[in-house]
């Protein structure tokens, strides 16, 4: 028998934000069948959504940033130092105007992936980057020693707090 996972909200407010994050992964499903693999459109879908919970105040714009100030995002490096889907040496990194944007040839399975954009990412209260197992440990390396500003996760930033969180493989270079 499956365990049953429950949460208990204090607040009906933090009930409510669960439940339009809860909503907001619906959409993204609703989204991606919509779109019917074409990833350009899926993205332009998921930002309508997006500014659809700004409109309905459920997301805040940062008033900083000018871009959806999100509490807390869980971020992870692959071995070749991207971050969501924001690989090194691909145009997507300096998308500017977008909030979400694709990519159709990923270096990384599957081809067809829709990312957030830097400034969205980097509009977060606090980025946590989490970092396992050593073959991240060369671009971890890269960005902590040497500032290696090509490799997407270097440009990781927060308005409060950026934390990298590493495993001992991962800090093994440093």
């Known amino acids: ?10 607040t009906k407010n933090e009930l409510s934000e669960a439940m339009a994050a809860y909503t907001a992964k619906l959409s993204a ?9 074409n990833a350009e459109h899926c993205a332009a879908l998921y930002e309508d959504c997006l500014k659809n919970l700004v409109k309905e ?4 714009i940062s008033k900083k940033t000018g871009y959806p100030e999100f509490d807390l995002q869980l971020l992870e490096m692959g071995p070749d130092g991207h971050m969501a889907s924001l690989f ?3 145009p997507q990194i300096n998308e500017k105007q977008k909030w979400v944007t694709h ?3 990923s270096p990384k399975p599957p081809p067809k992936r829709i990312t957030f ?10 980025n946590l980057m989490a970092i396992c197992d050593k073959p991240q440990a060369k671009s971890v390396a890269e960005i902590m020693k040497h500032n290696n500003v090509s490799l997407p996760s270097a440009h990781l ?4 707090e ?3 969180y590493l495993d001992q493989a991962a800090a093994s270079e440093l």
């Open 117 to 126: 954009t830097l400034p969205v990412i980097n509009s977060a209260l606090y």
């Open 57 to 60: 105040k459920i997301i805040l």
């Open 157 to 160: 930033s927060a308005q409060v």
């Open 29 to 37: 499903k609703f989204i991606k069948e919509k779109a019917d693999g």
């Open 162 to 164: 950026n934390v990298w």
């Open 1 to 10: 028998m499956a365990q049953r996972k429950m949460i208990v909200f204090p």
């Open 103 to 105: 990519i159709t040839d």
């Open 88 to 90: 090194p040496n691909y």
